[in-house]
């Protein structure tokens, strides 16, 4: 009897310990109250999972590089760019940048250029520094056909990303886990 109970005793401790450290096994990317607050002039709006889902969006290819050099990617990149995002908080003026964060504290601001797709430094698949085609900054919810999981960034991630595929931009960039988009004019 102890020799059952025994473990089964400690099991549930360690359940119990996991689900008081919040570890309870659903990562943020599954999260359905995940949302996105989205600021512009004296506009904001909170867009659900489902909201951002319901917009049209862009398919193509990510392929990014961390300073250290290590590669993620490459993917196909599936989400809504963010000038069609700022036309629901009444658009990017000229000259306007776009603000991104999240819960870590992580901010990337993209200059207006770089909001129209200019004005990156990009490299092909051997780190190669190329003359960037046309690129579209995303907020993707899907690489690969999938959902961004937690550990890839998700479920809310910026990518950089362009139409044909082995175009390769700077990691930095890609603000993972996204909750605030806020449109500012300098
Ligand atoms: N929210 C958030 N996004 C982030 C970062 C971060 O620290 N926080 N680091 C950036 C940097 S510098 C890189 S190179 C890529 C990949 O970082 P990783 O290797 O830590 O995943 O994510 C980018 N996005
Ligand atoms: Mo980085």
């Known amino acids: ?15 119990c310990a996991l689900a008081a450290a919040g570890c309870t096994g659903t990562p943020a990317s599954e999260d359905p109250a995940w949302n996105l ?10 867009l659900s999972m489902a909201d951002i889902r319901a917009m049209p969006a862009w398919e193509g290819n990510g392929y990014a ?6 590669m993620y990617g490459p993917y196909t990149v599936k989400g809504v760019p963010l000038t069609t995002l700022a036309e629901q908080v009444g658009g990017i003026p000229a000259g306007g940048q776009v603000w991104v964060s999240a ?6 601001v993209f200059d207006d250029d770089q909001v129209h797709g200019t004005g990156f430094v990009a490299f092909d698949e051997n780190l ?5 085609p046309p690129l579209t900054v995303v907020l993707a919810y899907e690489f ?11 479920p809310l991630r910026i990518a950089v990303g362009s139409d ?23």
């Open 37 to 46: 607050t989205l600021v512009g002039g004296n506009e904001t709006a909170v």
């Open 1 to 15: 009897m102890n020799a059952f109970f025994g473990p089964a005793a400690a099991c549930l401790l360690i359940l």
């Open 128 to 132: 190669k520094e190329i003359d960037q």
């Open 144 to 154: 690969n056909g999938t959902a961004i999981t937690d550990e890839d960034g998700g």
């Open 103 to 108: 819960p870590d504290g992580y901010l990337w």
């Open 164 to 186: 044909e595929p082995g175009v390769v931009t700077e990691g930095s960039s890609w603000v993972k886990w996204v909750d605030r988009i806020e449109v500012r004019t300098p």
């Open 65 to 70: 590089v961390s300073t250290t050099g290590i």
